[in-house]
């Protein structure tokens, strides 16, 4: 494993925002959901696919917070551009279940 320096680290910017909106995506390779995402007044609205399909569907998602790196360029994911990357671990079996805080934070907050 690498090491990076602390200011490496703060390079990545890591926000909390709030699911507004979700709907599959099969179009996608494999099976996936499209998010909107409120990172609050300084951020905005911002949108991306994941394959968390195994554990959410679109109607659980909506209202959940999650975490994601807002700082990443735009990245085309079939004919969705994906403007942020959401975070989650893998389960026993490799199945995604997103990061998110255990209660209610500020729209937009940075991971510290």
């Known amino acids: ?3 990076i320096s602390f200011d490496d680290f703060l390079k990545v ?7 507004v ?7 996608a390779r494999k099976p ?3 998010m909107w995402i409120d990172f609050g007044d300084d951020i905005g609205e911002k949108k991306t696919s994941a394959q ?3 554990h ?3 109607e659980t998602l909506v209202g959940k917070q999650v975490v994601a790196v807002v700082n990443f360029p735009p990245r085309q994911i079939g004919k969705f551009m994906s403007e942020v990357l959401v975070l989650g671990l893998p389960d026993e079996a490799g199945e995604i279940r997103l990061i998110g805080p255990d209660g209610p934070v500020p729209l937009g907050g940075r991971m510290h």
Do not use: C, S
């Open 56 to 58: 959410y569907t679109p």
């Open 32 to 34: 996936a959901i499209k």
């Open 1 to 3: 494993m690498a090491e």
């Open 21 to 27: 909106r979700a709907e599959p995506y099969p179009e």
């Open 13 to 19: 910017d890591i926000r909390v925002g709030t699911v």
């Open 52 to 54: 968390v399909t195994a």
